[in-house]
């Protein structure tokens, strides 16, 4: 059984830095890709970033260029995300989820496994 776990989340001011992580357990596939949306109240789930199994390839929302990075660890079945200059706008559900192909993706439907999601709050 596949399971992704958020953390990292929580309150921080605005200009601030955070740093999400995203637990894999029961392996997607053999070489999964990984990708963060987020979604603020009233909002529908929006494409953050995402990487490939290699961690060769990113792609990120335009909205985050810039300051957010995601990196993985194959080893300890794990992905991150590192968040800077962060403002209200930045304020949501964090979700990671993981698909069985190995290449990125910024559509949700692409992505088989999600977790239950961390809470991201920017005060100004």
């Known amino acids: 059984q596949v399971q992704l776990v958020e953390s990292g989340g929580g309150l921080v001011q605005a200009g601030g830095s955070l740093r999400l992580s995203c637990a894999v357990s029961g392996r997607p596939s053999r070489t999964y890709a990984m990708g963060w949306f987020r979604q603020a109240p009233g909002k529908e789930r929006e494409f953050v970033a995402s990487i490939s199994w290699s961690g060769d390839s990113t792609v990120y929302a335009d909205s985050v260029k810039g300051r957010c990075t995601i990196s993985r660890d194959n080893a300890k079945n794990t992905a991150y995300l590192q968040m800077s200059s962060l403002n209200s706008e930045d304020t949501a559900v964090y979700y990671c989820?993981?698909?069985?192909?190995?290449?990125?993706?910024?559509?949700?439907?692409?992505?088989?496994?999600w977790g239950q999601g961390t809470q991201v709050t920017v005060s100004s």
């Open positions: 989820a993981a698909r069985i192909l190995s290449w990125t993706a910024t559509w949700d439907r692409e992505y088989e496994y």
